[in-house]
C-alpha cells in the first residue's frame, strides 16, 4: 500500500499481546491521520442542496481518507 500500512512491524495479535498491540495500534493510526474514523470523530457529513466548492473538497477529502483506511 501507498500509506505504509504494508511496512508496519507489529507483532500479530494475539491472547497474550493485546495491550501492547492496541497501543501501536493506535499511535500508528493516529500517525497517519485514521484514528478519528475509529472514534467516529470525523464523519461524513451529506452535501446540502446548495453546496459550496469548499463542502465539496471536504467530503472528497473524507472520502480519500476513508478509502486509504478501509481498503
Same mark, same amino acid.
Request: proline letters at 3%.
Given at each position: ?5 504494508? @511496512?508496519?512491524?507489529? #507483532?500479530? @495479535? &494475539? ?8 497501543? /501501536? ?10 484514528? #478519528?474514523?475509529?472514534?467516529? &470523530?470525523?464523519?461524513?457529513? !451529506? @452535501? !446540502? #442542496? ?13 472520502? #480519500?481518507?476513508? /478509502?486509504?483506511?478501509?481498503?
Amino acid at each position: 500500500m501507498a500509506d505504509g500500512l504494508s @511496512l508496519i512491524a507489529i #507483532e500479530k @495479535l &494475539d491472547k497474550n499481546n493485546f495491550q501492547v498491540w492496541k497501543f /501501536r495500534i493506535m499511535n500508528f493510526l493516529m500517525g497517519k491521520g485514521y484514528w #478519528e474514523f475509529i472514534t467516529g &470523530d470525523k464523519t461524513k457529513l !451529506p @452535501l !446540502p #442542496e446548495n453546496h459550496t466548492q469548499q463542502q465539496i473538497q471536504a467530503n472528497k477529502t473524507w472520502h #480519500e481518507k476513508a /478509502r486509504k483506511f478501509l481498503y
